[in-house]
Nanobody, 122 residues
């Protein structure tokens, strides 16, 4: 099992940047593929990005390609999401997730953090 805690959310103006972090418990972080999802009020949970165990493979949702970057530091048991050129439509609760497989759908991830709020003002 792995426990995940997100941080780094907040309020930012459109065009600004934020970096989210997701810190894992235990020593098994490097054995999991990781992902970021987000959920806005009244909407389904949306895939943002995923990264393989070693960081060599990355996938991005269409709405964030070219603006967001997912990365990880296994030695620090931490996952990151660098978000640039933020837009009001990026406003959501952002969740990190972990699984033994590398997926792009929320249903396939077994472990979740509690989420961190990102609000982008226009």
């Amino acid at each position: 099992q792995v426990q995940l805690v997100e941080s780094g959310g907040g309020l930012v103006q459109a065009g600004g940047s934020l970096r989210l972090s997701c810190t894992a418990s235990g020593r098994t972080f490097s054995s999991y593929h990781m992902a970021w999802f987000r959920q806005a009020p009244g909407k389904e949970r949306e895939f943002v990005a995923s990264i393989s165990r070693t960081g060599s493979i990355k996938y991005y949702g269409d709405s964030v390609k070219g603006r967001f970057t997912i990365s990880r530091e296994n030695a620090r048991i931490t996952l990151y999401l660098q978000m640039n050129s933020l837009r009001p439509e990026d406003t959501a609760v952002y969740y990190c997730a972990a699984d033994s497989g590398l997926h792009t759908t929320a249903d396939e991830y077994d472990y979740w953090g509690q989420g961190t709020q990102v609000t982008v003002s226009s």
